[in-house]
């Protein structure tokens, strides 16, 4: 499986990066090492002193897609679940001013928390009207809504699956709102989507 990232999908968030805010989606992978599940701590790694939090909606796509019409990308994923997107600040700047790839700062071992998934067909709420917080050792850091998403989910799928053709069992990360910051040994997030806790994370 692959896991897929949106970067710069909340107005907000990009400009408190001083990013200009695309005009087409922009991406980048992970690979499947990059994955935590089930609560299980992160490691913090000696590459980086300045690793940062992105708490995201995660989507799981379960049936095989390639050039998916907008239209039909909602038959292409039924489970969701936040995720954390985690960055090495320093080593992406670094990155950025050299013109590297982003690898090196966003696909390293465990940079790819994710929670419990639940069943689309579960939420009472349209896909694009989700609520959702992250919240660092019981204090909110970051708070959004998918609504405020600069492409929706189905723009998201229908774009990727333009170059990748998009597996069962596929994760697609789909960009933080504004409140990233940076993470520290000790500390323990937490994330839910609608009031449900779906997310725990502790960092070691
Ligand atoms: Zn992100």
């Known amino acids: 499986m692959k896991i897929i990232c949106i970067g710069r999908n909340y107005a907000d968030h990009a400009k408190e990066l001083n990013n200009p805010v695309p005009k087409e989606p922009v991406f980048f992978c992970k690979p499947d090492s990059a994955l935590i599940q089930k609560g299980k701590p992160f490691f913090y790694p000696e590459f980086s002193n300045d690793i940062h939090f992105e708490c995201e909606v995660v989507v799981r796509i379960n049936r095989i897609g390639k050039h998916i019409e907008e239209k039909f990308a909602h038959k292409y994923f039924d489970e969701i679940t936040l995720g ?44 694009q009207n989700l609520n959702f917080e992250l919240s660092k050792n019981g204090g909110l850091v970051q708070s959004g809504n998918t609504n405020d998403m600069l492409f929706s989910i189905p ?24 409140g990233v910051g940076p993470i520290a040994i000790g500390d323990n997030f937490e994330a839910s989507l609608e009031g449900k806790k779906l997310l725990q994370l502790p960092i070691r």
């Open 84 to 127: 954390i997107d985690l960055t090495a600040r320093d080593l992406q700047q670094d990155c950025k001013a050299k013109g590297l790839p982003w690898e090196k700062a966003k696909a390293f071992d465990g940079s790819a928390p994710i929670g419990d998934f639940i069943k689309v067909s579960s939420l009472s709420k349209d896909i």
């Open 155 to 178: 723009k998201i799928i229908a774009y990727v699956s333009q170059f990748f053709t998009l597996k069962i069992g596929d994760l697609i990360f789909t960009g933080t709102p504004k």
